[in-house]
């Protein structure tokens, strides 16, 4: 079964700054994938990036990125230069063995940018 | 395009009354998953529908789950005799075919239903 942990509550940062959200992740698949949505007040959940476990090199979506390290079984997300509309509920997530795999959802992050 | 939408977007119902919540996924979209979020379990997997295929059930937290997706589109989660902890914000979600770069088909969310029993 997998399993993710998102060990940060809430965070803050300045605007302007970079921050990152930690996630670790403990699956039995050897083909998986890591995702990130971001849920604002507004409740909608959005997509933000995706990794891959075979995939080489890091995912990066604009002023998103993520540190993937295989070895520590983490995939954490990086933001870049934040803006006042970062300040969301950020879950990492990771399917089952299918394509169409359910999602398995960390606790969250609430991340607050600070003018 | 239009997105995942639900109906309704808030709900709010006395406790033993059975309620039906209905999720119209991204057209064109094979697979429909059902969460629930709620302050105390977080995110949870409830079902999800693949095509013709039998659905996976396995995250209903009990009999008074169901759910049924009729003609590979429209989907209602109905709930019997609800109970006050059924109180949560139930959201849907569509994926499309397998294809593309990526081995997993990112999930389109709507923006739930918001149930609430007293």
């Known amino acids: 079964a997998q399993k993710i942990t998102q060990t940060q509550p809430g965070m803050f940062v300045q605007e302007k ?3 990152t959200l930690d996630c670790t992740y403990d699956t039995s698949d050897q083909s998986y994938g890591l995702f990130w949505y971001k849920q604002p007040s507004s409740g909608e959940m959005i997509f933000l990036i995706y990794q891959g476990s075979y995939d080489e090199q890091n995912a990066t979506e604009g002023r998103y990125s993520l540190n993937f390290q295989k070895a520590r079984k983490s995939a ?6 934040s803006q006042l509309g970062d300040s969301a509920m950020y879950f990492c997530a990771t399917p089952s063995g299918t394509s169409y795999g359910k999602l398995t959802f960390g606790q ?3 991340l607050t940018v600070h003018p | 395009g239009a997105g995942v939408s639900q109906s309704p977007s808030n709900k709010v119902t006395e406790k033993g009354k059975d309620v039906e919540l209905r ?3 991204i057209s064109g979209h094979t697979a429909l998953y059902w969460y ?3 302050l105390g379990q977080g995110l949870e997997f409830l079902i999800y529908f693949q095509g013709n295929s039998a659905p996976d059930k396995s995250g209903l937290p009990s009999d ?4 049924e997706r009729t003609g590979g589109s429209v989907s209602t989660l109905t709930i019997q005799r609800t109970q006050q902890e059924d109180s949560a914000v139930y959201l ?3 994926s499309a075919p397998g294809g593309g ?3 997993y088909n990112e999930q389109f969310f709507g923006p739930g239903t918001r149930l609430t029993v007293l």
Do not use: K, M, W, Y
């Open chain 1, 17 to 19: 700054e970079a921050v």
């Open chain 1, 76 to 81: 954490n997300l990086v933001i870049s230069a």
């Open chain 1, 108 to 110: 969250g992050t609430i």
């Open chain 2, 23 to 25: 999720c119209d996924p």
């Open chain 2, 36 to 38: 629930r979020q709620s």
């Open chain 2, 64 to 67: 008074r789950f169901s759910a």
């Open chain 2, 92 to 94: 849907c979600a569509s």
């Open chain 2, 101 to 103: 770069d990526s081995p």
